[in-house]
């Protein structure tokens, strides 16, 4: 996936030097038009380099370092008398320049064999754009995570209160994403509705996006119809489940909401297996309670989750009831 985007915005880059280009030499045609002294120097200036070239390989000149010398101070003679004129016919100084969108990389997307920003921040963006949560990202991230919605009283049989439950799985989430290199853990966060399950998944999602991984969220209905779509018709982009099996990052929401099927358990069991063998990672969440994912799915699935994620269990009074309530 990462090689399409790299390809993707390479072609990008060469369109925007074409453009760059092609604007330039409008505006030295511009100039050309209105100033004629300018072509003539730029003539000359062609001309005066030319001779240098040409006198170096014939060797022809005595003192060719004098020679090379005096020819590079007419030059910047007339660079000196084509900036004036520009400045006196109100253009900047720079105006025939070529202009670039990015001056570190000249719209390269390369300084020194290396990524320029601009490049990764494309990349970045076309993450972001894969992972369905472009626009939610924006309120739901770490910054905005409000513990004021997790009571502090002990709750039902739990050791920790929901506040300190909440305060431990976030401040996990955090490190996690800090640590997302050095590590193959996959989470599963379960619980009963509206206790910040999906937004603490969009907080690891967004901090991952922004450290350029490659990020893809799905509830696990749209996962199944993903699926579907790829395995039986022809019309459809195969592109997708490959992607979902090989994102840096699949987070599979609201497990527990797909067709209860023996068929949507195996394509489950498949994705699952799948980035467990090549150790990719995943977040899966759910509504349910663990007995419940036991009792629903299949052994091959369930042992998949208790053996191989980290689990965290978020329990508390409804989030959505509260924030309707003080509206």
């Not at 320029?116 to 963006?125: G, M, T």
């Not at 592109?239 to 090989?246: A, C, D, P, V």
């Amino acid at each position: 996936m990462k090689n399409k985007y790299v390809s993707e915005i390479l072609n990008e880059y060469e369109k925007l030097r074409e453009n760059a280009k092609t604007e330039q030499e409008k505006r030295i045609n511009e100039i050309y038009e209105k100033i004629p002294r300018i072509r003539e120097i730029d003539k000359e200036i062609s001309s005066i380099g030319f001779n240098i070239a040409t006198s170096v390989v014939s060797k022809e000149i005595e003192d060719i370092e004098e020679y090379i010398k005096s020819q590079k101070e007419k030059i910047t003679d007339l660079k000196i008398e084509k900036t004036e004129l520009l400045s006196k016919y109100g253009y900047p100084i720079d105006y025939m320049d070529i202009k670039y969108k990015c001056k570190k990389c000249k719209d390269t997307g390369y300084i020194n064999n290396k990524f320029c920003s601009c490049f990764r921040q494309k990349l970045i963006n076309r993450y972001y754009q894969q992972s369905n949560l472009n626009e939610i990202l924006r309120a739901e991230n770490f910054d905005t995570f409000n513990f004021e919605y997790y009571s502090s009283i002990p709750y039902e049989n739990e050791p920790l209160s929901p506040r300190e439950n909440i305060e431990k799985i976030y401040a996990y989430a955090v490190n996690y994403t800090k640590n997302f290199d050095k590590t193959n853990e996959s989470l599963f966060f379960y619980g009963s509705s509206g206790l910040g399950k999906t937004f603490l998944s969009n907080c690891i999602a967004k901090e991952l996006l922004d450290k350029g991984k490659v990020v893809i969220y799905q509830t696990a209905s749209n996962l199944m119809d993903i699926i579907r779509r790829c395995r039986f018709e022809e019309s459809s982009n195969h592109n997708e489940l490959n992607e979902l099996l090989e994102c840096d990052f699949l987070i599979i929401d609201d497990l527990g909401t797909e067709p209860v099927t023996p068929y949507s358990y195996s394509e489950l069991f498949n994705i699952i297996n799948t980035r467990i063998l090549n150790k990719k990672k995943m977040l899966i969440s759910t509504n349910f309670q663990l007995n419940d994912i036991i009792q629903n799915y299949p052994e091959r699935i369930t042992s998949r989750i208790l053996g191989h994620f980290t689990l965290f269990k978020f329990y508390g009074e409804d989030i959505r009831i509260q924030k309707k309530f003080k509206k």
